[in-house]
Nanobody, 125 residues
């Protein structure tokens, strides 16, 4: 069983930065792909960024490209999402997710097997 715990969300102003962390329990974290998703009120959950097991490949959604960066530390069993130049449209609950079975970058909600509880990010204008 894997548990994921997100932290680092909060209320910020437009243009500010935040760094989200997702700590994973259990062994073999370094074997799994990870992703960050977000869900705004009334909208579907969407992918924000993803990273392969060794950090060799990453993906950023067009809406965050150049502003957000995903990274991981396999010694600390943690994946990060550095968010710069935040905008009000980035307001959402942010979730990290783990993919146990597939190689490469995964983009869909259904490709991930374990989810954290989410952390709220609110950006005021």
């Amino acid at each position: 069983q894997v548990q994921l715990v997100e932290s680092g969300g909060g209320l910020v102003q437009a243009g500010d930065s935040l760094r989200l962390s997702c700590a994973a329990s259990g062994r073999s974290f370094s074997s799994y792909g990870m992703g960050w998703f977000r869900q705004a009120p009334g909208k579907e959950r969407e992918i924000v960024a993803a990273i392969t097991w060794n950090g060799g490949s990453t993906y950023d959604a067009n809406s965050v490209k150049g502003r957000f960066t995903i990274s991981r530390d396999n010694v600390k069993n943690t994946v990060y999402l550095q968010m710069n130049t935040l905008q009000p449209e980035d307001t959402a609950v942010y979730y990290c997710a783990l993919d146990r079975w597939r190689t490469g970058i995964q983009y869909r909600v259904n490709d991930y097997d374990y989810w954290g509880q989410g952390t709220q990010v609110t950006v005021s204008s």
